[in-house]
């Protein structure tokens, strides 16, 4: 709220200039990222809220939008206080961006507020609130290739072999911790990307092993290796095949319709040439390979990439196709368990957050907007009496 003021002109007039609008919060996916991890440290994040009006109209400059990173293929729930969770998008190609958390506009200075009758109004608008949410970011991996397995059969070193990745290699279970993606070159003008998923354990589909939260990177691939531990006998590598297709049923059975490669590894050890010939009578299509010194890794790549141009782009998650609409107006009052009188409404909650109470004016203004919109006469309805107490969002009145 400012006036003019200059020499020679009495009475110059309102001249308070306009609050800047608040940033809003976008995410937008890009391929440096793989993990979520980073949110682990940072949960909380803020635009940047828009500059005060000054006097001489000058209007203050809007605050600069916040763009958070995450990794493509990340799902977004978002959720509202007091309201439940809804799925937001699905961020499968990068450079996609969402809009999460909106900034509220920058309030009116009493320069608008001046009409012919009332030619020095002591009115101006607080900034309108920007948007405060929750969100729940889901990691689903795009790649064309997963690489599946009991703990220690080798699934990392073969990621190695086949592409410049470096994930972490040990001789114990549960050396991967995350999953680990890499790009394969078939050739100069060919290549798909290939994720190593941690190794399964039986009730990985209930969480065992952390199975539950690396199952699902598999629902975005086009194919899939299930790698076999050569190192094994015979008797324990079958029943590691039943294991893994047994969670992969039990987690989602659309993961078996799937193009899928059966390979034995470790076939520079006589363990896994000994159980090669009784495992091709039962599963005609089994591969070997060794991807510690990469025989038969080649011709894998090839089977792959055929498997691949043949197998169907895994679908995306929509969001609701149809959002039900309140109207701007729409409010409703309950009676709490003290006797006062709760009104909510975006509208009547964003016209209190806007008003400056310490205004006459402003005050009066916003009364009549209740008015105009009924809620004087629905409280009335409702037995509000003189003394009781009306909440609108954090502010609390006296009725009257």
């Not at 590691?240 to 520079?268: C, F, M, Q, Y």
């Amino acid at each position: 709220m400012a006036w003019r003021r200059e020499k020679y002109i009495p009475k110059g007039g309102p001249a308070g200039g306009d609050g800047g609008h608040g940033g809003s919060v976008y995410l937008e996916s890009t391929p440096e990222l793989s993990t979520l991890v980073e949110f682990r440290f940072r949960r909380a994040f803020a635009a940047e809220s828009g500059k005060p009006g000054g006097p001489s109209n000058k209007s203050g400059r809007s605050g600069q939008d916040l763009t958070i990173a995450v990794p493509v293929g990340t799902l977004v729930y978002r959720a509202f206080e007091g309201k439940s969770e809804v799925f937001l998008t699905d961020l499968t190609q990068a450079g996609a961006r969402a809009l999460v958390a909106k900034g509220g506009r920058g309030g009116l200075g009493n320069q608008h507020f001046a009409t012919s009758v009332r030619q020095a109004p002591r009115v101006a608008e607080k900034g309108e609130p920007g948007e405060r949410c929750t969100l729940r970011l889901e990691l689903r991996l795009l790649a064309d290739c997963g690489i599946v397995g009991v703990p220690n059969a080798g699934k990392s070193t073969l990621l190695s072999v086949v592409s410049a990745a470096r994930p972490k290699i040990a001789d114990y279970p549960f050396t991967t911790l995350e999953p680990q993606l890499g790009v394969v070159r078939v050739s100069d003008d060919e290549s798909f990307v290939m994720v190593d998923v941690p190794g399964l354990v039986e009730g990985a589909h209930e969480g065992a092993g952390l199975g539950d939260r690396f199952l699902r990177h598999l629902e975005r691939t086009r194919a899939f290796v299930h790698l076999l531990d050569g190192a094994k006998p015979l008797d324990e590598v079958l029943n590691d095949i039943a294991t893994i297709e047994g969670e992969l049923r039990a987690w989602n059975s659309h993961l078996l319709e799937k193009p899928a490669l059966l390979v034995l590894n470790k076939l520079d050890l006589p363990t896994a040439r000994e159980s090669l010939q009784t495992l091709r009578e039962r599963f005609p299509g089994i591969r070997a390979i060794s991807a510690a010194t990469r025989e038969g890794v080649r011709d894998l790549i090839f089977a792959i990439w055929q498997k691949i141009e043949h197998a169907p782009i895994p679908e995306t998650i929509a969001p609701p196709a149809h959002i039900e609409l309140v109207a701007p107006d729409a409010f409703h009052i309950e009676r709490q368990r003290d006797g006062a009188f709760r009104i909510s409404g975006e509208r009547i909650e964003r016209l209190a957050a806007m008003t400056n109470f310490d205004s006459d004016e402003a005050l009066a203004r916003f009364e009549r907007a209740l008015a105009r919109m009924g809620v004087e006469k629905k409280l009335r309805d409702l037995g509000a009496a003189e003394g009781d107490t009306v909440r609108i969002g954090p502010y609390e009145f006296t009725y009257s």
